[in-house]
Structure formats: structure tokens, C-alpha cells
């Protein structure tokens, strides 16, 4: 090959860099400016509901998303919130209750300690309306993560952002009910799923699979419903445990992290978490991997 054509083929590859990472560089904006666009667009209406009222903290929050504003702000304003959750005489009187043990708080502890650390001066129920409606927009940029994960395609995966944005399911709950479990709960839930699909692929990805552990158990500890959205994945695990063995492989670390939480994590300890489907049929499944990969290794030793 002359030199000529080598300096075009070098060009040429740098050109396609280029614009590759040109297309990531509009693509990163449009999911950036898709995200703060939704975010705005829920507080603007929150900020126009009849019932909203900047001075009045507890005008907004009604029926369980006054519950979940109580713990918050208890996390947010208290000198010692640990001790009040675990002995709180509010919510059951006269006997106390340990809310930690028995609620899946995880979303009012993270808004609590989010606004100790960095509140930008605004009061705390006006922090928690933007904090929420912004991080209620993230899936839009998880959805495109999974699409282009599964079609390998930059347009489809934008459409599909563009789709969840324009579903009324995305943000019609959070305009009536600014802060639902459920709407924190899901930005967990589509992570992990985006990690459950890389942990199919062949490579081995331990560090990987750690945060996909631990990604679940925070979703679990969000959401009580998060289980039986797990639960729901649970036939396609059985069809490779029976047909595609090998690709589970990457799936013991996060089985080993949701055996450990049922012990650690109050909330699933309380609920015996370990004897649940959820955590019982994964470890069912590694027991028979290992069974059937040493009843290979018998035969092949004694033939």
C-alpha cells in the first residue's frame, strides 16, 4: 500500500471518529436538555396546583406522600432522625414503632440527607418538589441506555426516550403526588435492568456486578412493589438456567449481595426477605449450576 493511500485511510478513520464523537456530543445534550425540560415542565405545574402554597409546607402532600414527607423532613431538620424513625410514637400510639424495620424509607433518607448536604437556601418543601422532579426525569436517559443496549441503534434508542417523555404514565402521578416511592423507586429499577442486560454478555464483570447488586437492593429497600417487578423477570432467568446456563454466570455476585442484604437491610430482614422468590430461586438456580458443572467433572473423570 503506498503512502498516498495509508494518509487517506488514516484520514478517513479520523474523520469517522469525529463524527461519532460529534453524534455522542448532540446526542448527551438532547438527553440533558430533554431531562430538564421535563424536570421544569412538573414543577411549573406543581407550582400552578390549587393547592400548592410556598409558606404552607404541608398544603401539597396528602394521603401517603404526607407520610413520606414526615419521615423526610425528619431525615432533613432533626439533630438526632435516627432516633426519633426508631421510636416513633407518631405514626402508632401509644405502643412505638421502628419504622426503619418495618417501611421502605430509602427514598425519605436520600432526600434528607441530599438537602443537608446541598439545599441551595430554598425550604425544604420547595427543595423536595424540584429535587424529585428532576430525578423522576432521569429515566429518559436510562430508557436510551437500554434501547441502544438492545437495538444497537443511536435513532431508536432517541425515539424511545421521545416515547417515554410523551407517556402520561412518565409524569401524570408525579403532578398529583409529588412524592410517590415509586417514582424514585424507578430510576433504580431501569438502572438495573440496563446493568442486568451487560451482565448477559460473555466477559466477566465482577466489579459490574457488585453495583447491580447493590443497585437492586436499593430499589428494594425504596419501593415495597419493586420485588414483584423483579419477580416479573424471573420466567426469562428460568428459561437460561434450563437452556443458556452460561450466560448466569456474571448473576452470582448480585444473588450472593441479595442473600446478604435479607440478613443486613432492616426493612428485609423484618420481612424475611431470604425465603421470598426473589431470592430463593436465584440461589436454587446457582445451586443447580454447580451441581450439574461437578456432575460433569465426575463423568469426565471416570470415563
Known amino acids: ?3 498516498k493511500n495509508k494518509k487517506h485511510k488514516i484520514q478517513a478513520k479520523d474523520s469517522s471518529k469525529d463524527r461519532k464523537l460529534l453524534k455522542n456530543i448532540i446526542i448527551a445534550l438532547l438527553l440533558c436538555g430533554l431531562v430538564v425540560g421535563a424536570g421544569l415542565f412538573k414543577v411549573a405545574k406543581i407550582k400552578n396546583n390549587e393547592h400548592f402554597d410556598p409558606d404552607r409546607p404541608g398544603s401539597l402532600f396528602y394521603s ?8 423526610a423532613e425528619i431525615v432533613a431538620t432533626e439533630n438526632n432522625p435516627l432516633q426519633i424513625i426508631r421510636n416513633d410514637t407518631f405514626v402508632q400510639y401509644p405502643e412505638t414503632i421502628d419504622a426503619l424495620k418495618y417501611y421502605t424509607i430509602m427514598m425519605e433518607f436520600v432526600c434528607g440527607y441530599v438537602y443537608r448536604i446541598i439545599n441551595f437556601g430554598l425550604p425544604f418543601n420547595l ?6 422532579c428532576f430525578l423522576s426525569s432521569l429515566p429518559l436517559i436510562i430508557v436510551y441506555l437500554i434501547a441502544k443496549r438492545l437495538f444497537g441503534n443511536d435513532f431508536v434508542a432517541v425515539g424511545a426516550s421521545l416515547f417515554y417523555l410523551s407517556t402520561p404514565m412518565g409524569y401524570a402521578r408525579m403532578l398529583t403526588g ?6 424514585f423507586a424507578l430510576v433504580f429499577l431501569l438502572l438495573s435492568l440496563w446493568m442486568i ?5 460473555q466477559e466477566r464483570r465482577p466489579v459490574l456486578g457488585v453495583v447491580t447488586g447493590l443497585t437492586i437492593v436499593f430499589s428494594l429497600s425504596s419501593w415495597h412493589f419493586s420485588q414483584f417487578v423483579y419477580i416479573c423477570t424471573l420466567p426469562f432467568f428460568f428459561w437460561l438456567f434450563a437452556c443458556r446456563p452460561d450466560r448466569l454466570k456474571n448473576f ?5 449481595i441479595l442473600f446478604v442484604a435479607g440478613f443486613v437491610v432492616p426493612v428485609l430482614k423484618t420481612r424475611i426477605f431470604i425465603t421470598s422468590l426473589l431470592c430463593a430461586l436465584p440461589i436454587a438456580w446457582w445451586q443447580g449450576i454447580f451441581c450439574l458443572a461437578y456432575a460433569k467433572k465426575l463423568c469426565r473423570d471416570s470415563f
Open 1 to 3: 500500500m503506498s503512502k
Open 178 to 183: 409529588p412524592f410517590l416511592r415509586e417514582d
Open 197 to 201: 442486560i451487560i451482565l448477559f454478555e
Open 127 to 132: 427543595f423536595l418538589i424540584y429535587f424529585t
Open 64 to 71: 401517603e406522600t404526607a407520610f413520606h414527607y414526615r419521615y
Open 252 to 256: 452470582l455476585i448480585p444473588v450472593i
